[in-house]
């Protein structure tokens, strides 16, 4: 099992910042990926980023440059670097865990709100 807990969310102005947290614990050695999601209030879920355990990581095209995924392994955490905000990124943001070849893996977060104001 892997447990993952989200921080970091909250309101924001357009243009501006954050930097989103998930702690990971458990059987952490099984984990082969770690991605962000995002869902907004009336859309599905959609997928943000993707970092392997080599460090390697993917965005959505949607991104443009603005976010980075990175990973601090002597934390356990993951991090998600949020520049240039827009108010089409509000959303709830979660984590996830993949220990095999699934996409997305079967681990999520609680998700953390982030709220862009124009």
């Known amino acids: 099992q892997v447990q993952l807990v989200e921080s970091g969310g909250g309101l924001v102005q357009a243009g501006g910042s954050l930097r989103l947290s998930c702690l990971y614990s458990?059987?952490?050695?099984?984990?082969?990926?770690m991605r962000w999601y995002r869902q907004a209030p009336g859309k599905q879920r959609e997928w943000v980023g993707i970092i392997t355990n080599a460090g390697l990581t993917t965005y959505a095209a949607f991104v443009k440059g603005r976010f980075t995924i990175s990973r601090d392994g002597a934390k356990n955490t993951v991090y998600l670097e949020l520049n240039s905000l827009k108010p089409e990124d509000t959303a709830v943001y979660y984590c996830?865990?993949?220990?095999?070849?699934?996409?997305?893996?079967?681990?999520w977060g609680q998700g953390t709100q982030v709220t862009v104001s124009s």
């Open positions: 458990g059987s952490i050695l099984r984990i082969t990926t």
């Open positions: 996830n865990a993949a220990v095999s070849n699934k996409s997305p893996g079967d681990y």
